[in-house]
């Protein structure tokens, strides 16, 4: 290659060179964030933008998620049996875990006292029979002048007195179970109510008496025998203070229990409690829950779902990522999305995180999205544009 030409093809690259050189430092840099109170704007060709996740707000489909509650007899169709007379048991009827009808005796108690309770509900029929034909005698003789008015009036004050010592001797007799006053000492305890015998604290031989009904002292004086009905359940639930405003009774409740992976048992909620426990922060809520299998069992813990009502949904807000929330100056902030590259700092007012995810009752409506990555950032720009 000779001079001329060597010269030639220099000058060629160094004027593509410069004009690459040119071209590359009228290249714009992308513009910054701007940031007006609480809205940060990011240009198109942002690179920050990248760093940024937004997610729709979903409307509430759970009203508690994820509470621990704890299963127990349902008091409706629980009797707890105690002796109502002190005595020896002599044998036991009622085996645990066997169905039994009303009325079905349970145990027999040789007891002193229900003998005692017999001989005075037949003293009290001798003394009313006298009673009676005293008075009788009485006004027959009155009538025949054999007798004075006094005489009479005090034979109808002893048949009086003979007919309430008979009324309370028979109720007293009554309320032992017992209805005619007979010759033995054997008292038959018996149920109250229709259902299963699922607890039972008596042996034979055993010494019982009445004072064992003790309702300050249960952990020392047990019923003699539980019976209850163990295909409904109650359960009680520790739900937090924050919740309250969309429970209400009537909602349905899917309960879980590690005894039994992947089934779900419906229930309700019955009865919201009054008062908060001022340790917890909770509300003691009870529901029943069915138990055909009688799968299911009394003191068992499980686990159980609100579900929401679908009329309620609006009033019950909704649900977003718990890192989407943050805190300042005692507040709660979420960022909203109002267009591509548009955010605003928003209030919000929630409840309990559970699950991941956080309820939103006021500041964040259905469909809107939300910044779940990259809160931090746009906060240090919303703060950054404040001091400025």
């Not at 704007?41 to 760093?51: M, V």
């Not at 009554?174 to 008596?202: D, F, H, T």
Request: charged share 20%.
């Amino acid at each position: 290659m000779n001079t001329r030409k060597f010269m030639r093809v220099c000058g060629l690259l160094a004027a593509i060179g410069s004009a690459g050189c040119h071209q590359e430092a009228e290249t714009p840099e992308p513009a910054g964030p701007r940031v007006e109170g609480d809205k940060v704007a990011f240009a198109a060709d942002s690179p920050q933008l990248a760093s940024l996740t937004v997610e729709s707000a979903a409307p509430r489909k759970m009203a508690v998620t994820n509470v621990t509650g704890r299963l127990y007899w349902d008091d409706d169709l629980t009797v707890r049996v105690f002796t109502p007379v002190a005595g020896r048991v002599t044998s036991i009827l009622g085996e645990l875990g066997k169905p039994v009808s009303a009325g079905a005796p349970l145990a027999e108690i040789d007891s002193p006292d229900f003998g005692q309770a017999q001989a005075d509900a037949r003293t009290a029929d001798g003394n009313l029979r006298l009673a009676d034909e005293a008075l009788a005698r009485a006004k027959e003789l009155f009538e025949h002048g054999a007798a004075a008015q006094k005489d009479v009036e005090s034979a109808t004050a002893a048949e009086i007195a003979a007919v309430a010592e008979r009324d309370r001797s028979q109720a007293k007799l009554a309320l032992y179970g017992g209805s005619s006053p007979g010759g033995q000492e054997v008292y038959v305890l018996r149920s109250p109510v229709a259902g299963v015998v699922v607890e039972r604290n008596i042996n034979p031989g055993q010494e019982v008496r009445s004072d064992q009904m003790l309702a300050n002292a249960p952990n020392l004086f047990a019923p003699l025998f539980v019976v209850s009905d163990p295909t409904r359940l109650w359960l009680q639930l520790d739900v937090a203070e924050s919740d309250l405003q969309v429970l209400q009774p009537g909602l349905p409740l899917r309960v879980y229990s590690q005894a039994f992976p992947g089934r779900v048992f419906s229930g309700t909620v019955e009865v919201i409690g009054d008062s908060l426990d001022p340790a917890t922060r909770t509300v003691q809520v009870r529901g029943s829950v069915g138990n055909p299998e009688k799968l299911l069992k009394a003191e068992m813990y499980v686990r159980a779902d609100v579900v929401m009502d679908t009329a309620e949904t609006a009033r019950a807000a909704v649900e977003i990522p718990a890192r989407s929330v943050f805190m300042r100056d005692n507040k709660y902030y979420v960022f909203v999305e109002q267009s591509p590259g548009q955010y605003l700092r928003q209030p919000v007012t929630v409840g309990a995180q559970q699950d991941g995810k956080v309820p939103v009752f006021e500041g964040v409506s259905p469909g809107q999205r939300v910044v779940t990555y990259g809160c931090l950032l746009l906060e240090s720009l919303v703060e950054s544009g404040e001091r400025s």
